[in-house]
């Protein structure tokens, strides 16, 4: 198993940046495909970005491509969420999941394909 602890949420304006961090532990970071999604109060958690274990492909929501970046690191157990040019409509709380099998972009832009997930952090833009 792993576990997954987000961090790196605040409160930013319109325009500004965040970047957000998730840090595994319990199991090599490399086994797993690894996801950020974010949920609004009243609406369903949404896929925001996705990347591949090796980190050689990468996947994102039409809503954040070109403005978010999703990287990581294996040998420190990390992945990162680059948010820039950040919109009120970004307000969520941002999760971080960790999926060990291997699928597609369909696949891994299910939040139900994903096993492990972290406990959120919040990110506020105002406008």
């Known amino acids: 198993q792993v576990q997954l602890v987000e961090s790196g949420g605040g409160l930013v304006q319109a325009g500004g940046s965040l970047i957000l961090s998730c840090a595994a532990s319990?199991?090599?970071?490399?086994?797993?495909?690894m996801g950020w999604f974010r949920q609004s109060p009243g609406k369903e958690r949404e896929f925001v970005a996705a990347?591949?274990?090796?980190?050689?492909?990468?996947y994102y929501a039409d809503s954040v491509k070109g403005r978010f970046t999703i990287s990581r690191d294996n040998a420190k157990n990390m992945v990162y969420l680059q948010m820039n040019s950040l919109k009120p409509e970004d307000t969520a709380v941002y999760y971080c999941?960790?999926?060990?099998?291997?699928?597609?972009?369909?696949?891994?832009?299910?939040?139900?394909?994903?096993?492990?997930w972290g406990q959120g952090t919040q990110v506020t833009v105002s406008s």
């Open positions: 999941a960790a999926t060990p099998a291997y699928g597609g972009s369909d696949y891994y832009l299910r939040a139900i394909s994903y096993n492990y």
């Open positions: 319990g199991r090599t970071l490399s086994t797993y495909a």
């Open positions: 990347i591949t274990r090796s980190g050689d492909i990468t």
